[in-house]
């Protein structure tokens, strides 16, 4: 446990601190909120001080651009809110979730299109994985700390729409977008973070709903059936490739600390039994084996659009990031968790 400790003081502390934290985009929403979350478990408030300097000045300059990219850092802003009652921050997620309902961009049956800092319509009618973290977990969130409906409703329903469009009905797995005026999944990969983003945000949007919605039994279920999905392509050592189930592709650590992260997650939630126990240990192990003295997640993909090919994916270059070291931290939490659990 101690080790577990250690790691995940490495990972969620030191690394931020080098690096550049200038934009407010879904890199930083990512790893900051991986910060906050993190709090709880390692009985600290200085996470929190760093992320306010980081989110004042961005709300102060009124120059945040509406895109589902940029929702996520409202992650931040939001627990921002929970821990100082400033209004200031009620306002910007309040303004944010307002947005996401009447002016986000739209595909197919109103599922969030995938829109990004930069050139307005770069992705028109693609419905990417990507976005249940970005989006569709902050209206979950603020939903449910404000106890508006709406919000919450609005997150199951893209949810559900994301699984729909995007599951490979013969494996089980998550492509990574569907073009919705192609009426096609475009490469047809199965990227192995877009699978990431969908466990991660389906679980955490799931602890949000009350306990009477309908929905819940049925996300429940998608969860679950994810997860066996990925267990069958998960490697002897603990990985996953950078797609799932192309062998021929390096093996990469968001894609495995998300499927770790879910694990343990379902677990604790009563979904999976012991016997899960184990394969989250490899995949753990994995993701400690290429986490740098220095706290550096390694041998986790850079920023990926949707790519033309396998190959292309498999070309990305492995950088640190804030995503990178933000999902290991998530999966960290979990295994410390379960860790103390067993103690």
């Known amino acids: 446990m101690r080790a577990t400790q250690a790691y995940l003081e490495q990972s969620v502390?030191?690394?931020?601190v080098d690096m550049q934290y200038a934009?407010?985009?879904?890199?930083?929403?990512?790893?900051?909120?991986?910060?906050?979350?993190?709090?709880?478990?390692?009985?600290?408030?200085?996470?929190?001080?760093?992320?306010?300097?980081?989110?004042?000045?961005?709300?102060?300059?009124?120059?945040?651009?509406?895109?589902?990219?940029?929702?996520?850092?409202?992650?931040?802003?939001?627990?921002?809110?929970?821990?100082?009652?400033?209004?200031?921050?009620?306002?910007a997620c309040e303004a944010r979730a307002r947005f996401c309902m009447a002016r986000a961009a739209r595909a197919d049956e109103g599922a969030f299109e995938h829109t990004v800092v930069g050139v307005p319509d770069t992705f028109r009618s693609q419905i990417w994985a990507d976005t249940l973290f970005m989006a569709a977990l902050f209206l979950?969130?603020?939903?449910?700390?404000?106890?508006?409906?709406?919000?919450?409703?609005?997150?199951?329903?893209?949810?559900?729409?994301?699984?729909?469009?995007?599951?490979?009905?013969?494996?089980?797995?998550l492509y990574h977008a569907y073009n919705c005026r192609l009426r096609s999944h475009m490469s047809a990969v199965h990227w192995g973070r877009a699978n990431g983003w969908g466990i991660i945000a389906g679980l955490l949007i799931y602890e949000q709903l009350p306990t009477e919605l309908a929905e819940r039994s049925q996300i429940r279920r998608t969860?679950?059936?994810?997860?066996?999905?990925?267990?069958?392509?998960?490697?002897?050592?603990?990985?996953?490739?950078?797609?799932?189930?192309?062998?021929?592709?390096?093996?990469?650590?968001?894609?495995?600390?998300?499927?770790?992260?879910?694990?343990?997650?379902?677990?604790?939630?009563?979904?999976?039994?012991?016997?899960?126990?184990?394969?989250?240990?490899?995949?753990?192990?994995?993701?400690?084996?290429?986490?740098a003295q220095d706290g550096t997640v390694e041998q986790a993909s850079g920023g990926t659009p949707v790519m033309y090919s396998t190959q292309e994916y498999n070309a990305i270059p492995c950088v640190m990031s804030y995503y990178g070291q933000g999902i290991a931290a998530l999966a960290l939490c979990e295994e410390f968790v379960g860790i103390k659990d067993l103690s």
Request: net charge negative.
């Open 140 to 173: 979950a969130r603020w939903g449910a700390y404000t106890g508006n409906e709406m919000y919450l409703h609005e997150a199951v329903r893209q949810l559900k729409l994301h699984y729909k469009y995007l599951r490979d009905e013969k494996n089980g797995l």
């Open 23 to 91: 934009s407010f985009d879904w890199h930083q929403g990512v790893g900051f909120f991986s910060l906050m979350y993190a709090e709880q478990y390692l009985k600290t408030d200085r996470y929190s001080r760093f992320v306010r300097r980081w989110v004042d000045p961005h709300l102060e300059s009124g120059l945040i651009q509406e895109t589902v990219n940029t929702t996520a850092p409202f992650l931040c802003v939001l627990e921002l809110y929970k821990q100082t009652g400033e209004q200031k921050y009620y306002d």
């Open 13 to 16: 502390a030191y690394k931020y």
């Open 223 to 291: 969860i679950v059936e994810h997860l066996h999905a990925m267990a069958k392509v998960q490697e002897k050592n603990g990985g996953f490739h950078t797609v799932l189930d192309k062998e021929d592709t390096y093996l990469e650590t968001t894609a495995t600390a998300a499927f770790f992260f879910g694990v343990y997650r379902s677990i604790k939630l009563g979904w999976l039994g012991e016997e899960w126990r184990e394969r989250a240990q490899s995949a753990g192990g994995f993701l400690h084996e290429h986490i």
